[in-house]
């Protein structure tokens, strides 16, 4: 406990405990030494009182009996005597110092006494001295003595015993005392000696050792800038100094470790590197940023944490947990370096591919402390590396998988790489074509100059190409055009050339075609717009210049697209390579035969003779011949097909016209033998192009008609056989400001082709729409018939355009009723079947106009969700007096009766016609005869029932 006690309380003290134990063993001793002679004095006392009580007992116990009680009296007023008893041989009291003990059992006065002493001292002579209880307070002797001669007894035999007994606690009290008293001024000397040591430690020895503790522990609290004061002893001054040194060195030490410590975390925060520190139980001590960003694991929540919780890798091929580094040098005792091949997992899951390194931390004594941990993200190391790799597999792929023969050069300039195609080419090993074994395969008239510009352009460092002849693995020598170029490192180092080749052996042989090609009908193999121009252009020039005419022709097939269509495109192309065939047939070695495209062709007859109308005898005589060859059938594949021809003519030179002049006159010749109903001829004449200036006219009026909604939309009626209205067909007029009233035959067709019938036709729909939806408010619903142009209907959307104006204008569908021709249904049939379904689901009516003059199939008569046939006029105009028309009419009403279409005849103008179609089942009927068309106003003003002189003022009921 000494130890746990301040120096200036536990020094004095101990110098007062080693005083006082000096003084304490001076004092034992002497009192020792003083109770050893009182211990003495009453052994001798003893052994001589019982000396003489013996001897007294023996002479005069018989004789004089009261002296030897008086004897024993005196023993008794020693201070010291106990007990003094004369025992007789059988332990009976026969004399003591108190009276009530004689005639007893000498067990029964002194309990405990040893009688077995007590037989051992009858036995023999000497007394015996001996000490009762502890510390030898009470002393006793025993003298034998021999007891008087009992009758008959010439010597007694029986021997007696003397006891006396001291007691010495008193003796030894009073030795005590007189003892301390002869002591006690070295005892006050000793104190007083005690206090003034006390003091002096106090003052110059505890007060600064408790000066440099009190130092020491601010010291040790961090308060580095703590001083003693330098004063005192010699060695307290020498501690002091010493403290004060060791505390300067301290601050020093600590300045320097703070900088340390600085430089450090600024190192730590600016390396690139984590680091990670534990100690050997493998908890976390230190994390820098970096390991802390890589982890996720902040150094605040991370610290004493297992480094196994925060750093957590896993192999980056398997997926599985992969041993931590600090556990293996915690094991091992030895550094530690792990692959690539692992990932961190960071606390969000995130995964890093990192390199790291352990490494043990020992102290002095080659103990271990802990580990530090290195590792650093290579994640872009890794995607860099396995894009490299993949970069060179990828190019070895391609090198390998693609048609070019790849190569590559050293600086030494020989090949060090051949691409497997390469070698599969020349049929050649890789050892057999390095260096320069490649050169074996060079056709030798190829070789210097290969050579010659490979040399060169590798000593300018500049790309080259060059074309030879390489031996292919068959023997045979094929064109190869090579390509180098130079190549370098990141550094841009010149490392040697990379090259590939390519097989041009069928380029070059491709060349010629090539070249045919560019000028000639790739089907038909005539020539094409290009040579024909140049042909032209020189044709007209030589003519020009030699006064000799020549001709240019345009041929058109007719409905040759129907034959693509119906057909196919193969079949068309047989068609057409017959027909340029059969144009070659009628030709001299100096014409031209041309196909500009589809099914057009060109024919040009240079140098036919010096008059212009001679000339054009001559080429008239031509085109009849050509007109009259292609009239006749082609045959396909066992299969029949006849395709006319529309042909334009026109001659040159005339004037000062151009190359465009003569094509676009033929063009225009070619239109108007269209006109004149195919398989014609037709001579340019000027007029004809007057007619083309008039159409471009009239389509630029149109245009400007639509934007400034020039057209009126007219009603001509529908009656029944009864005459009564039933519906009626919306027709489109043109109200032209010079023209006058232009009818839709005269600009239907331009519409169709310039794609104004679409705006028009919606703004047709529009107004009939409206129509509807006024007649039906006024209680006179009448179904509103509206042609539909195949542009339109074909149009996209054009089912939810028709279902929005019907919405808009409020119409009922059910009074709509959409004529349609039977070209449309013709083209593009199964598009116009599901369209007219969708339509016909909302309620609208489909009738197809004109019918009879088209193509139907009857199959698309079944599958269409029609209502009505409209028997065109041109078969109504001549009944009943043309037998053809009558057949044709009768026909068509018996077969729409018989598969329940209504039947509405067009163009009724008199009563016989009337009677006609009445007789054979007709009920509806539209023409001039009932109605002119009217504009809606006036239509909707009269609504007539008419059917002859004597009704035509009938109303309608």
């Known amino acids: 406990m000494m130890r746990h006690l301040p120096f200036r309380i536990s020094f004095p003290l101990g110098l007062v405990l080693l005083l006082s134990m000096a003084l304490g063993i001076s004092i034992l001793n002497v009192l020792d030494t003083r109770l050893g002679q009182l211990d003495q004095q009453a052994r001798t006392d003893l052994l001589s009182h019982a000396a003489h009580l013996a001897r007294t007992a023996e002479q005069g116990w018989e004789t004089n009996r009261g002296l030897v009680e008086m004897d024993v009296a005196q023993m008794a007023t020693d201070p010291r005597t106990e007990s003094v008893l004369l025992l007789d041989d059988a332990g009976r009291v026969l004399a003591a110092n108190r009276y009530a003990w004689r005639g007893r059992q000498v067990s029964e006065v002194l309990p405990g006494f040893d009688m077995r002493r007590f037989a051992q001292v009858q036995q023999g002579r000497m007394p015996v001295f001996f000490s009762m209880g502890r510390g030898g307070v009470r002393t006793a002797s025993m003298q034998p003595f021999q007891l008087p001669v009992k009758s008959g007894e010439v010597r007694s035999q029986r021997q007696g015993v003397v006891y006396v007994g001291f007691n010495l606690a008193r003796e030894r009290q009073m030795m005590r005392e007189v003892v301390l008293k002869a002591r006690a001024p070295d005892i006050a000397a000793t104190l007083l000696l005690i206090i003034f040591l006390g003091w002096q430690l106090h003052r110059h020895v505890a007060a600064p050792l408790a000066r440099l503790a009190r130092a020491a522990d601010r010291l040790r609290r961090g308060h580095l800038d703590v001083t003693v004061p330098e004063q005192g002893a010699q060695e307290i001054v020498m501690l002091a100094e010493s403290f004060n040194a060791m505390a300067r060195a301290v601050q020093e030490a600590q300045a320097k470790l703070a900088n340390s410590e600085e430089r450090l975390t600024i190192t730590l925060h600016s390396i690139g590197d984590a680091i990670l520190a534990t100690d050997a139980d493998?908890?976390?001590?230190?994390?820098?940023?970096?390991?802390?960003?890589?982890?996720?694991?902040?150094?605040?929540?991370?610290?004493?944490?297992?480094?196994?919780?925060?750093?957590?890798?896993?192999?980056?091929?398997?997926?599985?947990?992969?041993?931590?580094?600090?556990?293996?040098?915690?094991?091992?005792?030895?550094?530690?370096?792990?692959?690539?091949?692992?990932?961190?997992?960071?606390?969000?899951?995130?995964?890093?591919?990192?390199?790291?390194?352990?490494?043990?931390?020992?102290?002095?004594?080659?103990?271990?402390?802990?580990?530090?941990?290195?590792?650093?993200?290579?994640?872009?190391?890794?995607?860099?590396?396995?894009?490299?790799?993949?970069?060179?597999?990828?190019?070895?792929?391609?090198?390998?998988?693609?048609?070019?023969?790849?190569?590559?050069?050293?600086?030494?300039?020989?090949?060090?790489?051949?691409?497997?195609?390469?070698?599969?080419?020349?049929?050649?090993?890789?050892?057999?074509?390095?260096?320069?074994?490649?050169?074996?395969?060079?056709?030798?008239?190829?070789?210097?100059?290969?050579?010659?510009?490979?040399?060169?352009?590798?000593?300018?460092?500049?790309?080259?190409?060059?074309?030879?002849?390489?031996?292919?693995?068959?023997?045979?020598?094929?064109?190869?055009?090579?390509?180098?170029?130079?190549?370098?490192?990141?550094?841009?180092?010149?490392?040697?050339?990379?090259?590939?080749?390519?097989?041009?052996?069928?380029?070059?042989?491709?060349?010629?075609?090539?070249?045919?090609?560019?000028?000639?009908?790739?089907?038909?193999?005539?020539?094409?717009?290009?040579?024909?121009?140049?042909?032209?252009?020189?044709?007209?020039?030589?003519?020009?210049?030699?006064?000799?005419?020549?001709?240019?022709?345009?041929?058109?097939?007719?409905?040759?697209?129907?034959?693509?269509?119906?057909?196919?495109?193969?079949?068309?192309?047989?068609?057409?390579?017959?027909?340029?065939?059969?144009?070659?047939?009628?030709?001299?070695?100096?014409?031209?035969?041309?196909?500009?495209?589809?099914?057009?062709?060109?024919?040009?007859?240079?140098?036919?003779?010096?008059?212009?109308?001679?000339?054009?005898?001559?080429v008239m005589a031509v085109a009849?011949?050509?007109?009259?060859?292609?009239?006749?059938?082609?045959?396909?594949?066992?299969?029949?097909?006849?395709?006319?021809?529309?042909?334009?003519?026109?001659?040159?030179?005339?004037?000062?016209?151009?190359?465009?002049?003569?094509?676009?006159?033929?063009?225009?010749?070619?239109?108007?033998?269209?006109?004149?109903?195919?398989?014609?001829?037709?001579?340019?004449?000027?007029?004809?192009?007057?007619?083309?200036?008039?159409?471009?006219?009239?389509?630029?009026?149109?245009?400007?008609?639509?934007?400034?909604?020039?057209?009126?939309?007219?009603?001509?009626?529908?009656?029944?056989?009864?005459?009564?209205?039933?519906?009626?067909?919306?027709?489109?007029?043109?109200?032209?400001?010079?023209?006058?009233?232009?009818?839709?035959?005269?600009?239907?067709?331009?519409?169709?082709?310039?794609?104004?019938?679409?705006?028009?036709?919606?703004?047709?729909?529009?107004?009939?729409?409206?129509?509807?939806?006024?007649?039906?408010?006024?209680?006179?619903?009448?179904?509103?018939?509206?042609?539909?142009?195949?542009?339109?209907?074909?149009?996209?959307?054009?089912?939810?355009?028709?279902?929005?104006?019907?919405?808009?204008?409020?119409?009922?569908?059910?009074?709509?009723?959409?004529?349609?021709?039977?070209?449309?249904?013709?083209?593009?049939?199964?598009?116009?079947?599901?369209?007219?379904?969708?339509?016909?689901?909302?309620?609208?009516r489909f009738a197809i106009d004109d019918f009879g003059t088209g193509y139907s199939s009857l199959a698309y008569l079944k599958r269409l969700p029609l209502v009505e046939l409209k028997i065109d006029k041109s078969f109504v105009q001549d009944i009943p007096h043309d037998p053809n028309d009558v057949a044709l009419v009768e026909t068509i009403l018996s077969m729409a009766r018989h598969l329940h279409f209504d039947v509405v005849a067009e163009g009724v103008e008199n009563e016989a016609q009337l009677d006609f179609l009445r007789q054979h089942g007709c009920e509806r009927f539209q023409g001039y005869y009932f109605q002119e068309p009217l504009e809606i106003s006036e239509w909707i003003k009269q609504l007539p029932r008419v059917g002859g002189a004597e009704r035509k003022n009938s109303q309608r009921p």
């Open 282 to 618: 493998e908890r976390i001590m230190l994390m820098n940023p970096v390991a802390e960003r890589l982890t996720g694991w902040p150094q605040a929540e991370a610290l004493g944490r297992p480094v196994a919780e925060v750093f957590t890798i896993v192999d980056a091929f398997t997926g599985a947990p992969a041993e931590g580094p600090v556990a293996t040098v915690v094991r091992d005792r030895r550094v530690v370096g792990m692959t690539d091949q692992i990932m961190l997992v960071a606390r969000d899951g995130t995964r890093h591919h990192i390199s790291d390194s352990a490494a043990p931390i020992r102290d002095a004594h080659d103990a271990l402390q802990g580990v530090v941990l290195v590792f650093r993200d290579i994640s872009d190391e890794y995607r860099l590396r396995e894009a490299l790799a993949n970069s060179e597999l990828h190019f070895r792929t391609l090198a390998n998988s693609g048609q070019a023969l790849v190569w590559t050069s050293g600086l030494d300039m020989g090949c060090d790489y051949f691409n497997e195609p390469w070698l599969r080419f020349t049929g050649r090993t890789l050892e057999q074509e390095l260096g320069g074994g490649w050169t074996e395969g060079v056709h030798p008239d190829d070789l210097a100059r290969s050579l010659e510009t490979y040399q060169t352009a590798f000593a300018a460092r500049m790309p080259f190409t060059m074309e030879y002849r390489l031996r292919n693995a068959s023997g045979e020598y094929r064109w190869i055009i090579d390509q180098g170029s130079p190549r370098y490192d990141t550094q841009g180092q010149f490392l040697g050339y990379v090259g590939h080749c390519l097989d041009i052996t069928d380029a070059k042989r491709a060349e010629v075609e090539i070249e045919r090609l560019a000028y000639h009908d790739a089907l038909t193999g005539l020539p094409n717009r290009i040579l024909l121009l140049d042909r032209l252009t020189q044709a007209l020039a030589t003519a020009r210049r030699s006064r000799r005419c020549g001709a240019l022709m345009f041929v058109d097939l007719d409905q040759f697209k129907r034959i693509n269509d119906v057909h196919g495109h193969a079949t068309g192309d047989a068609v057409l390579c017959e027909v340029a065939e059969r144009l070659e047939y009628f030709l001299r070695e100096e014409d031209t035969v041309a196909r500009l495209g589809g099914d057009e062709f060109v024919i040009l007859l240079p140098d036919l003779t010096a008059s212009l109308d001679e000339a054009g005898s001559l």
């Open 624 to 844: 009849e011949k050509i007109r009259s060859r292609l009239e006749s059938p082609i045959t396909i594949s066992g299969q029949e097909f006849v395709s006319s021809a529309s042909i334009g003519i026109t001659v040159f030179p005339k004037d000062v016209e151009t190359v465009d002049d003569l094509m676009r006159e033929a063009d225009t010749a070619m239109y108007r033998a269209k006109e004149r109903g195919r398989n014609a001829l037709a001579y340019f004449e000027p007029t004809m192009q007057a007619a083309v200036t008039e159409r471009y006219a009239l389509d630029r009026e149109l245009r400007e008609a639509v934007r400034a909604h020039s057209f009126e939309l007219y009603l001509q009626s529908q009656v029944n056989a009864d005459g009564w209205v039933i519906g009626a067909e919306a027709l489109l007029r043109w109200c032209h400001p010079q023209r006058g009233m232009v009818m839709p035959a005269n600009f239907i067709s331009l519409m169709e082709e310039s794609g104004l019938i679409v705006p028009m036709g919606d703004w047709v729909l529009r107004e009939a729409c409206m129509l509807i939806a006024r007649l039906n408010a006024e209680g006179r619903g009448l179904p509103i018939a509206v042609n539909v142009s195949p542009r339109q209907f074909h149009q996209v959307g054009f089912v939810q355009r028709v279902t929005e104006i019907l919405a808009t204008a409020g119409a009922d569908p059910h009074c709509l009723t959409l004529e349609i021709t039977e070209s449309l249904l013709v083209e593009h049939a199964s598009e116009a079947v599901a369209r007219m379904t969708e339509l016909a689901a909302l309620g609208l």
